[in-house]
């Protein structure tokens, strides 16, 4: 595993969380790196993206609620997560470089 995630939990609707994605032992600052969901038997989906130049994609569903940052000095990217909702809830992980994450479980409820 070179990329870890952090952050997930158990929430309310409409409450905020801050996921985490670290690359240790690997320098991921020259790549775009983005953030997936995925749901137990179905493929991965599109959240968000981060090239090293700044721009910055997201998913319709998450725009206006989602925004994706990066300390370049931690060599660590986060996903800030605003307004959850129900459908939000899934497994996220982070992904550049060729590398991957476990992923960090986010449960939407209420």
């Known amino acids: 595993v070179q990329l870890v995630e952090s952050g997930g939990g158990s929430v309310q609707v409409g409450d905020s969380l801050r996921l985490s994605c670290e690359g240790p032992g690997r320098d991921f600052r020259s790549y775009t790196m983005g953030w997936f969901r995925q749901w137990p038997g179905k493929g991965r989906e599109f959240v968000a993206s981060l090239r090293p130049d700044g721009d910055v994609n997201y998913a319709d569903s998450v725009k206006g609620r989602f925004t994706m940052t990066r300390d370049n000095a931690k060599n660590t990217w986060y996903l800030h997560m605003n307004s959850l909702k129900p459908e939000d809830t899934a497994t996220y992980l982070c992904?550049?470089?060729?590398?991957w994450g476990q992923g960090t479980q986010v449960t939407v409820s209420g």
């Open positions: 992904g550049g470089g060729g590398a």
